[in-house]
């Protein structure tokens, strides 16, 4: 085994490390009360060339392999969940179309994200969230093109997005094996952004509705065949998930040390509070969970960079950092106390942000049951 990084990989992580705390971590807690992006981030996010990490290099993309990219979205984590989600649902809506995208949608696509620009994946509804292959919004063939009806809810980038992977079933009768992905260009007419999420967390992203009433759309921009939706949603999703969890990992590990910092400068009974031995307990169960999730998530996105199957190692990474980051940050907001619970400080931020962990890009419920499918059957 080799636990060392490239050159490469540690240029890399050098270089996210100074945007991070240049560019995210100054602004953090501004983002998070104004609820959204700080004016000019994603132009420099761009500059670093941090929006296109999944492109491939023969479509203008650094073609970066999977553990790279999560050792960058660990450092955004670090500076803020939100930017964090934001960019990393880049990488999620991108996914599709490298795994299914002929080269005519690969270039438009890709396009779109290297010019600097957002892009989303919807395939959440009203009624089809854990259980994905209940997607109402339908898809009817006329002539040349589809006609997309439907609405989407919690998309990420919802609302900044200028091009869009969406799910739609085109075949109601055959249930999951009728979804269908279609790239969608925000400017299409009968296409609108619909009510935006007010959250409690990684409020620096944007999370929104998307209504999608008689949208037409070019059989062209169908990924992959008609039904081939489902297994595009989780393939993409087995390769997104490991990168949740480095964006988890990053944010414990800015709690944590957010904690050790305070825990060694706070005084009560007339010494630092690191002194005494609960509080290093805490300490060190945080620093142990927050190694073994980024030890799994690593391990999730090598076993990808190998080509071998890595469904259910996906699935571990994904909710061990999830559970991880709540487990962390909410200790971390113990260490500090009344100063924890108060916005004067970010942990109670960090809380906040690492909630949505255990619940996107599926429910840490749905990842236990992903993991025990894989081993029971
Ligand atoms: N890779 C390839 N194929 C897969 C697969 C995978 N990982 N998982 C399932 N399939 C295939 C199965 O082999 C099966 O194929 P056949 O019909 O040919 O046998 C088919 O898909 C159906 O599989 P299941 O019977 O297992 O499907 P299911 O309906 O029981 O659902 C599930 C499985 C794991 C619960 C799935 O619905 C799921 O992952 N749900 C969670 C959805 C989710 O993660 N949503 C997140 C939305 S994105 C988001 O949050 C983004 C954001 O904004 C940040």
């Not at 790279?68 to 599709?96: D, K, R, W």
């Not at 081939?228 to 393939?235: R, Y």
């Not at 305070?262 to 620093?287: N, T």
């Not at 991880?324 to 106390?337: C, E, H, P, S, Y």
Request: charge should be negative; include cysteine; proline fraction near 3%.
């Amino acid at each position: 085994m080799n636990f060392n990084f490239t050159e490469d990989q540690l240029d890399l992580k050098r270089m996210v490390q100074e945007v991070v705390a240049k560019e995210i971590i100054p602004y953090a807690l501004e983002m998070d009360h104004n609820d959204g992006m700080r004016e000019g981030l994603l132009e420099k996010l761009d500059e670093a060339g941090l929006l296109n990490l999944t492109v491939p290099e023969e479509y203008g993309g650094p073609g970066l392999d999977a553990l790279s990219i999560a050792l960058i979205y660990e450092q955004l984590g670090y500076g803020c969940a939100g930017v964090a989600t934001s960019v990393a649902a880049n990488a999620l809506a991108s996914y599709p179309v490298v795994l299914a995208g002929t080269d005519e949608q690969k270039k438009k696509f890709f396009d779109v994200i290297n010019r600097g620009k957002l892009a989303a994946f919807a395939l959440t509804e009203p009624g089809a969230g854990s259980d994905a292959g209940a997607v109402a919004t339908s898809a009817v063939k006329d002539g040349d093109d589809y006609i997309l009806n439907g609405t989407k809810c919690f998309i990420t980038n919802g609302g900044s997005a200028e091009i869009y992977v969406i799910f739609a079933n085109a075949r109601k009768s055959a249930g999951i094996r009728g979804l269908t992905a279609f790239i969608v260009e925000r400017n299409t007419p009968g296409f609108s952004v619909g009510k935006k999420e007010e959250k409690m967390g990684i409020r620096a992203s944007n999370t929104c509705e998307l209504i999608l009433d008689n949208v037409r759309v070019p059989a062209a921009n169908r990924l992959g065949r008609e039904g081939e939706g489902f297994k595009i949603a989780m393939k993409t999703l087995d390769a997104a998930r490991p990168f949740v969890g480095a964006v988890s990992v990053g944010l414990a590990q800015a709690a944590f040390d957010l904690a050790v910092k305070y825990a060694k400068e706070r005084e009560q009974f007339g010494k630092p509070i690191a002194s005494f031995q609960l509080v290093q307990a805490m300490i060190a169960d945080m620093a142990m969970q927050i190694e073994a999730a980024r030890l799994l998530c690593y391990k999730a996105c090598w076993m990808k960079d190998q080509n071998v199957e890595y469904s259910k190692e996906s699935a571990i990474a994904k909710c061990f950092a999830a559970d991880t980051a709540m487990k962390v940050t909410t200790d971390a907001v113990q260490i500090l106390g009344g100063y924890g619970y108060s916005k004067e400080y970010p942990a109670e931020k960090y809380m906040r942000d690492a909630k949505i962990m255990q619940i996107y890009e599926g429910t840490n419920q749905i990842q236990r049951l992903v993991i025990a499918n894989n081993i029971l059957y």
